[in-house]
């Protein structure tokens, strides 16, 4: 049977795209398979169910139907959503695929992805490219409340759902340069506020806070920035210049009322200068 250029194309672009897939980049920790799931079709798309910094939960939503998958295929690229791709993951006797997760990604990256099943009827069917940014570090932020206390707060910017899950924020604390000791651990993803109290006006402390996401039942940690605070510096008032102490501002005080004080007397000294002057420039009296 004869087949016409469009035909003829239409059969070798699907071919080509797969074979001319290519190497690029970190590649993340391998796929993760669910149990349980919705026998695949060839019409299939990704989501995202759930992301921290360095992991992403996928999902193929899919129509059930008898054309169950042979197997899986996940594509991954850092470029661009052209590729040039990683396959970085295979999932053979992949029927019934809930998700898949993957780790050891960059915080605050791009990245693309594709999956590609093989099943009985179609043969391979190819989802549509799926751009996933990952979330940043925590952002940690510190504000002094009194000479010895410190207020901390930062943000969380993963979105947990599918096979990934919230673990504990440690907040850790080093004192003088010293290794980092834990002076919290919180359980809750919405508590993003600690109050550290007790510090000594003769040492200097630096605090960060270590964020445990759990994917797929394996712990991952990202630690957010460090802050940095010298407990022998006074909070700043209303009225008080930030990063002057009391007695700073008390010596600075001082020497502004004597210069006003110099001020007003050379003026008065001035003042009765020109009187006498313009005194003695006067004609005397006529007898």
Request: contains cysteine; glycine residues 8%.
């Amino acid at each position: 049977m004869a087949y016409g250029s469009g035909a003829v194309l239409a059969l070798l672009i699907p071919l080509l795209f797969i074979v001319g897939v290519a190497a690029s980049g970190t590649t993340p920790a391998s796929a993760k398979l669910a149990s349980g799931g919705t026998p695949i079709e060839s019409a299939i798309y990704l989501a995202a169910d759930g992301v921290t910094p360095t992991g992403v939960s996928l999902v193929a939503n899919v129509t059930s139907g008898p054309c169950a998958a042979n197997s899986w295929d996940f594509y991954w690229s850092d470029v661009s959503s052209a590729g040039p791709w990683t396959l970085v993951s295979s999932l053979p006797n992949a029927a019934y695929l809930d998700s898949a997760t993957f780790s050891n990604l960059t915080p605050g990256a791009p990245g693309w992805w594709y999956a590609a099943d093989s099943n009985e009827c179609t043969g391979t069917a190819i989802s549509p490219t799926l751009e996933i940014f990952q979330p940043a570090v925590a952002t940690l932020s510190s504000v002094r409340i009194s000479p010895g206390a410190v207020f901390l707060d930062w943000d969380n910017l993963a979105v947990y759902g599918g096979q990934i899950h919230f673990g504990s924020y440690y907040v850790e604390q080093s004192v003088n340069g010293a290794p980092w000791t834990a002076l919290g651990n919180l359980t809750s993803p919405t508590a993003t506020a600690f109050n550290v109290s007790g510090l000594s006006p003769t040492y200097s402390y630096a605090f960060q806070v270590a964020t445990t996401d759990v994917i797929s039942g394996a712990s991952s940690t990202t630690l957010s920035n460090v802050v940095y605070v010298n407990a022998s510096t006074e909070p700043a008032s209303s009225h008080e210049p930030a990063g002057l102490t009391g007695v700073e501002w008390g010596f600075l005080t001082l020497i502004v009322a004597l210069v006003a004080t110099f001020i007003a007397a050379a003026w008065i000294i001035r003042r009765r200068g020109k009187t006498r002057d313009a005194t003695s420039a006067l004609p005397p009296p006529e007898v």
